[in-house]
């Protein structure tokens, strides 16, 4: 869980991020299970490699 909540801190400091980021990162926190879909890794990953960020995979 902690390891997902960093991901999604990094994202949300990303200046000039598209609006969508926003949608996806206000969806993802709002979770009550500490883990993701295989989707939602997807997408996370999707997006931390568009803006540069290093995907961790071990969630």
């Not at 869980?1 to 994202?11: K, S």
């Not at 883990?35 to 071990?58: D, F, I, T």
């Amino acid at each position: 869980m902690e390891q997902l909540c960093m991901r999604l801190r990094r994202l949300h400091e990303v200046a000039g991020r598209d609006e969508a980021v926003d949608w996806l990162l206000q969806g993802l926190g709002k979770q009550a299970k500490p883990y993701l879909s295989s989707l939602q890794a997807k997408l996370l990953a999707v997006v931390e490699r568009e803006y540069k960020l290093e995907p961790k995979h071990n969630m």
